[in-house]
């Protein structure tokens, strides 16, 4: 079973507008979340993350907001920029155990 | 979907011992496959990217001689962690790339190794 779910494969937004990436979970007792961003041949890259503790973290352009309740993370993108055009992916982590989203494609229109 | 598999999950080891980490795409050939190593809170580290065929390139600070990788095929890459010592325990994880358009990488289960 997957353990974290990114449903939307890939995402097309125009420049300037928000960007919103979303990751579903399924176990409750996952107490830590990453975004890592990742470009064409290189190796993903950490983008941001938060912890349970909390439901929104925000870090220049980008914010990460945790709705435990629902099991659900999103990344916001604001404003979207042409450079910001790259595979997305989640991350939840409890102990040693991490699990990772098969990753949304996003591309932001000039 | 694709999928890449780790082997093993988990392995401990003794101290001075080497072991090796298998990663293998499932279901599509990966020209190139990605080592990271993973401590609880932090971000992924990326160790080194393998190529099929030739000789994996390291990020730097990566010991090239600890950490053997090799990318016999097109659907295998290993890692051998040489000369275990308890500050190499820590998770490891494989993405691979079957490339084309997109570029979608998938990442394997991960593998917890712990060195005593």
């Known amino acids: 079973d997957q353990q974290v779910k990114q449903n939307s494969p890939s995402l097309s937004v125009q420049e300037g507008r928000i960007s919103i990436l979303n990751c579903d979970y399924t176990?409750?007792?996952?107490?830590?979340f990453l975004w890592y961003k990742k470009y064409p041949a290189e190796g993903p890259t950490f983008l941001i993350s938060?912890?349970?503790?909390?439901d929104k973290n925000e870090d220049g352009r980008f914010t990460v907001f945790l709705n435990k309740s629902a099991k659900h993370l999103s990344l916001h993108i604001v404003p979207s920029q042409p450079g910001d055009s790259a595979v997305y992916f989640c991350a939840v982590n409890t102990g040693n155990q991490f699990y990772f989203g098969t990753g949304t494609s996003l591309t932001v229109i000039p | 979907g694709a999928v890449v598999s780790q082997h093993p999950s988990w392995v401990i080891c003794k101290s001075g011992t080497s072991v090796k980490i298998e990663c293998r795409s499932l279901?599509?050939?990966?020209?190139?496959m990605f080592w990271y190593r993973q401590f609880p809170k932090q971000s992924l580290m990326l160790m080194a990217t393998s190529n099929e065929g030739s000789k994996a390139t390291y990020e730097q600070g990566v010991e090239k001689d600890k950490f053997l990788i090799n990318h016999a095929s097109l659907t295998l890459s290993t890692l051998t962690v040489t000369s275990a010592h308890p500050e190499d325990s820590s998770f490891y994880i494989c993405?691979?790339?079957?490339?084309?358009?997109?570029?979608?990488?998938?990442f394997g289960e991960g593998s917890w190794l712990t060195v005593v």
């Open positions: 176990n409750s007792m996952f107490d830590y």
């Open positions: 279901d599509f050939q990966a020209t190139t």
């Open positions: 938060i912890s349970s503790i909390k």
């Open positions: 993405s691979a790339s079957p490339g084309g358009p997109g570029n979608t990488i998938y």
